[in-house]
């Protein structure tokens, strides 16, 4: 029996945790979920998005598997998924990205993994209002050492990139390359413009690559790595980016799969492991019965290899690769305008699965 915290998170968040429940148990596995809310509604309630008792739970179990979180734009409390992955160094987010015969997408036999740095970078949280005194005194500091301007009326957001996180996350990718039989890594940056942030990055990935000779190793300017996916994504395997570029590319790379009602993802750090769909809220179809459960579920296959759990693993992978290539129970993210089957709801589709999985 495991025990594992499951944080619901809100938007359609509660109804696909509902769904992965539900085909995770049709597996035989006994697990024994513990429940912790976190995000708006428990700030009215609690004054905080992330309660300790949310950090305290995952610190007991070791492993949790979310749902999506929404985060207020611009103003308000800052990301509780940021955060989260920060409070319990979850520094590795790793998402693969890979094709299932059937999905509606314009491409074919994608097989790539983004590992994306998860604690620092643009995303540390450390940014300087517009107007504050701090910031005024920022901007003099900065004018006064380096004799560059910024205007009076600019916001800050700092960017740092450390020996210590750039080593760890690419050593975790040609780890995780040799782990799992992959060929190359590939280290996106921007070092050309960014020296001494994206450079440092680049020039650590470099040296850490020496130690895996067995593991091809490149690097690409972020830019161009975003037409070469486009274009030729066959050329990419293992693709290992500070938290900024990763995040934009796991969408992009989830585009090419069909969409991020197809994208899983896991946090995974030296002592605790979060999974979670690399999708967020989607407060629009909040409550609906609408959208694809397939992203969590497949995050929840992501923790049950973890566990080490390959046959329950196994079983969800393969049902959910056979719902996909018939077709028929699916969400309306997955079906074409010419179908003449209708798209069934988030609940039909966990339904399908778990009949499928107690056939095997
Ligand atoms: P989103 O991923 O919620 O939605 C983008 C679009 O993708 C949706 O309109 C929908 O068409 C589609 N989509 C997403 N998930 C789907 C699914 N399971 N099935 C079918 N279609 C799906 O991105 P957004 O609109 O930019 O963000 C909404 C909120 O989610 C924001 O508050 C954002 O901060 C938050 N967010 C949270 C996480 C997280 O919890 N880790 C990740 C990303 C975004």
Not at 21 to 26: D, G, L, Q, Y
Not at 104 to 130: C, H, P, Q, S
Not at 193 to 198: A, C, L, R, T
Not at 335 to 341: E, G, M, T
Request: proline fraction near 5%; glycine fraction near 8%.
């Amino acid at each position: 029996m495991y025990t594992i915290t499951l944080i619901p998170g809100d938007g359609i968040g509660p109804e696909i945790s509902e769904a992965m429940k539900k085909v995770v148990e049709a597996t035989g596995i006994k697990i024994q979920w513990e429940i912790q809310n976190a995000g708006e509604e428990v700030y009215l309630k609690e004054g905080n998005p992330l309660p300790e008792r949310v950090i305290e739970s995952i610190k007991k179990n070791k492993i949790a598997i979310k749902g999506p979180i929404t985060t207020p734009v611009g103003t308000g409390f800052r990301s509780v998924n940021v955060s989260l992955r920060q409070a319990l160094d979850l520094y590795a987010c790793v998402r693969p990205c890979k094709s299932f015969k059937g999905a509606k997408t314009k491409y074919e036999n994608i097989d790539l993994v983004i590992v994306r740095e998860n604690t620092e970078d643009l995303y540390a949280g450390i940014e300087f209002k517009k107007g504050e005194t701090e910031t005024i005194d920022l901007i003099k500091f900065i004018e006064e050492k380096t004799g560059k301007k910024i205007r009076q009326d600019s916001g800050i957001s700092i960017k740092p990139i450390s020996v210590f996180g750039t080593e760890r996350i690419v050593r975790f990718a040609f780890e995780y390359a040799r782990k799992n039989g992959r060929k190359k890594v590939t280290a996106v940056h921007k070092a050309n413009i960014m020296k001494h942030s994206d450079g440092l990055f680049l020039e650590v990935a470099r040296e850490v690559a020496t130690n895996y000779p067995d593991v091809e190793f490149e690097d690409k300017i972020v830019d161009n790595m975003c037409m070469q996916l486009v274009q030729k994504p066959e050329l990419y395997d293992v693709l290992v980016l500070p938290n900024l570029y990763g995040d934009i590319i796991s969408d992009l790379a989830a585009g090419l799969i069909g969409g991020l009602g197809l994208a899983p993802g896991a946090n995974i750090g030296d002592e605790y492991a979060v999974f979670e769909p690399t999708h967020g809220s989607a407060p629009k179809y909040k409550g609906l019965n609408k959208v694809n459960p397939f992203a969590i579920i497949l995050s929840a296959v992501m923790m049950l290899r973890y566990l080490g759990e390959t046959q329950s693993a196994d079983k969800i992978e393969n049902a959910v690769a056979e719902i996909i290539k018939e077709g028929r129970f699916v969400t309306y993210d997955m079906k074409s305008p010419d179908d003449p089957n209708p798209p069934v709801g988030t609940l039909e589709v966990a339904e399908a699965l778990v009949e499928k999985i107690k056939s095997y």
